[in-house]
């Protein structure tokens, strides 16, 4: 089945240690995205790429990068995390970046820092 | 610019109908709504385009008021898997990726 897998589904880290995320997917979709997901609160979107452009969010600190190095695979680079940053990291792709098609997320990847 | 969920949280017993609603304060392409159960990734239930039209599979069904910008999910007859919190997502033009709102969060007891 086509589907978008994320690994690991968690991942502990220490104060300040760079930890990298990975997704990839088999739906040849256009569009990959990374969301922030902090307990209780909606998706916040980082990041996203629309084939190799790539285009971020405003207010998405400088500690988060990201690398798209083929349509399949995507990385969320932690360069220093900090407590701040233990969430729910969640990837999703899109066909294309507007219309009516839906976004296909992953099961996420939990972060916890020490 | 985030939409507006209400209600934040509602508690139905099985059987119950509910509504949740998704305003915006700007003209809407689109409204995408989303199901998440507690750690696990948001799944999509449906999408709505304006021009107001009407949605709905099983029980779950919504509806788009591009005029008022406001997209509603109804929920019919509850089960207890239907719990969970949803989330709207709506596009206000063409190249931009969803907004998400904050969720409403849903649960169905016995």
């Known amino acids: 089945d086509a589907m978008v897998i994320q690994n690991p589904r968690y991942q502990v880290t220490q104060f300040g240690k760079p930890v990298t995320l990975s997704c990839s997917q088999t739906?040849?979709?256009?569009?990959m995205y990374w969301y922030q997901q902090k307990s209780s609160q909606a998706p916040k979107l980082l990041f996203h790429?629309?084939?190799?452009?790539?285009?971020n969010e405003a207010d998405t600190p400088d500690n988060f990068q990201s690398r798209r190095p083929n349509t399949s695979f995507c990385f969320l680079d932690i360069r220093s995390p900090g407590l701040g940053d233990a969430a729910m990291y969640l990837c999703?792709?899109?066909?294309?970046?507007?219309?009516?098609?839906?976004?296909?997320f992953g099961p996420g990847t939990r972060l916890l820092v020490l | 610019q985030q939409p507006v969920q209400s209600p934040q949280a509602v508690i139905l017993r099985e059987g119950e109908d509910a509504v949740i609603n998704c305003s915006s304060s700007k003209a809407l392409y689109s409204v995408h709504w989303y199901r998440q159960k507690h750690g696990e990734a948001p799944v999509f239930l449906m999408i709505l385009l304006k021009g107001g039209e009407q949605k709905g599979h099983d029980k779950i069904s919504a509806s788009f008021n591009e005029k008022k910008q406001q997209s509603s999910l109804y929920l019919t007859a509850s089960q207890l898997s239907y719990s969970g919190t949803y989330f709207c997502?709506?596009?206000?033009?063409?190249?931009?990726?969803?907004?998400f709102g904050k969720g409403t969060r849903l649960s169905v007891i016995a």
């Open positions: 790429y629309y084939d190799k452009d790539f285009n």
């Open positions: 739906l040849n979709h256009n569009v």
């Open positions: 999703a792709t899109s066909r294309v970046l507007a219309g009516p098609e839906t976004q296909y």
């Open positions: 997502g709506t596009e206000g033009s063409g190249n931009t990726p969803l907004v």
